[in-house]
């Protein structure tokens, strides 16, 4: 007996032993990845600043990192923050009514496979369509304005949500809801009960994918029509030449871009962390 307790905690120790290494490795590639990643980026920076000092590159033309550092420094007179909270306001609106209104006709279609079936090659051709192309029109229809813009983001987000989560909602185990109608569920009840939260992966990987498409559309339509904005800003700054607001609203968009789609993330922790625990 006391042999077998003995054996048990070898055999407990040795697990412990092997999984506290196992977490030291996967730890330590991650930092490595990381550090690699950063060393990269600082490599890539310096030699910009070095080529445009030394005249290899045009630093009028290409801009340099000590030039779109003083920009930065002067976001005040350049009035860039303002510009930021435009396209964030756009953005996470069109991100929004994006996502609502795609999860809203993805249960429609999920519900009625006769609608589903019909409108599946409309569907198709509408996320192939380049959606930029329907700029003029959709300023002709809407206005030119800030409705123009929130309207070119939710177009962009709003196929690829219709059909991210239809595809999820038919691809629910059969099984599942095959038990549940033999329990007499309503079709409710097995939306509500199976078929949904069996999805909560693909809608947060819709949300991840349209968060960055909503950004796209938002800064297309600023290109086009808007007064206002990190897209008209970098219109601006080519019209102009002042390439340092080009580049500086580039590198700011390329962080919002990573912000936003880290709260997406976050929120699918949460979310998980929230389902897990219930």
Do not use: C
Not at 22 to 51: F, H, M, P
Not at 123 to 135: E, H, M, Q, R, T
Not at 157 to 162: D, E, G, P, Q, R
Request: proline fraction near 2%; charged fraction near 15%; hydrophobic fraction near 55%.
């Amino acid at each position: 007996m006391r042999f077998g307790v003995s054996w048990l905690k070898n055999e407990s120790n040795q697990l412990s032993a092997e999984r506290q290494n196992y977490l030291k490795r996967k730890k330590r590639n991650r930092n490595l990845v990381r550090v690699t990643q950063l060393g990269i980026l600082v490599v890539l920076i310096a030699l910009w600043e070095i080529l445009a000092d030394i005249g290899v590159i045009d630093s009028f033309i290409m801009s340099s990192p000590s030039r779109i550092l003083k920009t930065f420094g002067n976001l005040s007179n350049n009035g860039i923050l303002t510009h930021l909270g435009v396209t964030l306001y756009e953005t996470l609106t069109g991100f929004f009514l994006g996502v609502i209104l795609g999860i809203i006709i993805a249960i429609i279609l999920w519900w009625s496979k006769f609608l589903s079936k019909v409108s599946e090659p409309f569907l198709v051709v509408l996320n192939s369509l380049p959606k930029i192309a329907l700029g003029p029109v959709i300023i002709i229809w809407v206005g030119a304005g800030t409705g123009a813009i929130v309207f070119m983001a939710v177009a962009i987000s709003l196929i690829v949500t219709v059909l991210e989560m239809l595809n999820g909602f038919r691809s629910t185990n059969p099984e599942m809801i095959r038990m549940a109608q033999s329990f007499s569920a309503s079709k409710a009840q097995i939306f509500t009960k199976i078929v949904f939260p069996s999805n909560l992966h693909t809608l947060f990987n819709s949300l991840k994918v349209n968060i960055g498409l909503s950004l796209v559309g938002v800064i297309a339509g600023e290109f086009l029509v808007s007064k206002a904005g990190l897209g008209y800003l970098i219109v601006y700054g080519g019209q102009v030449f002042k390439l340092d607001l080009v580049m500086a609203s580039v590198i700011i968009l390329a962080i919002v871009a990573a912000v936003l789609y880290e709260v997406v993330v976050l929120g699918e922790k949460l979310v998980n962390h929230f389902v897990s625990h219930r």
